[in-house]
Structures are given as structure tokens and as C-alpha cells.
């Protein structure tokens, strides 16, 4: 795996490479559309979050949790000082 971090969200990506629409994570996951754009634009609201986002993308929570610091490290050391 390549060391250089991705700047498309971890759990986007994710669910495009399972070809699952918005909608069908938010079924999957038991949230709404809208609460799956927010984790795709910033980051979900804990572990409880996590392990239903994991679960649902086929991936173990520690995974996503390490690919989503490393996703959120990288597009705050891209931000203007």
C-alpha cells in the first residue's frame, strides 16, 4: 500500500469501490442520506459511528479509524496558515 494519503474521504471511497450509493450506506448503517454526507465531508461523531460505518464498507473499525486520522492529518497540513 502506497504511504501517500489520499485527500478523497476515507469512507466515500470506500463505498464507491463497494459501488453503494449514499443511500445505501445510510440503510445499511440505520442513518439518514443526509448524516452520511456529513461523514463524508468531515468526520463521523465516534466509535459507535465508526463500527456501523466499518461494518456496513465491509472493513474492520480500526482501519477506517487509521485511514480517517491519516485523511484528516492531510487535509489540515494542506490548509492555509
Do not use: K
Amino acid at each position: 500500500m502506497s504511504s501517500q494519503v489520499s485527500l478523497e474521504n476515507p469512507i466515500r471511497r470506500r463505498r464507491l469501490e463497494l459501488g453503494l450509493s449514499q443511500v445505501d450506506l445510510a440503510m445499511a448503517c440505520g442513518v439518514s442520506e443526509l448524516t452520511v454526507r456529513r461523514w463524508e465531508t468531515w468526520q463521523p461523531r465516534g466509535p459507535r459511528d465508526f463500527r456501523r460505518i466499518a461494518a456496513a464498507l465491509e472493513m474492520a473499525p480500526a482501519e477506517l479509524a487509521r485511514q480517517y486520522r491519516a485523511w484528516h492529518s492531510e487535509i489540515a497540513s494542506r490548509r492555509p496558515r
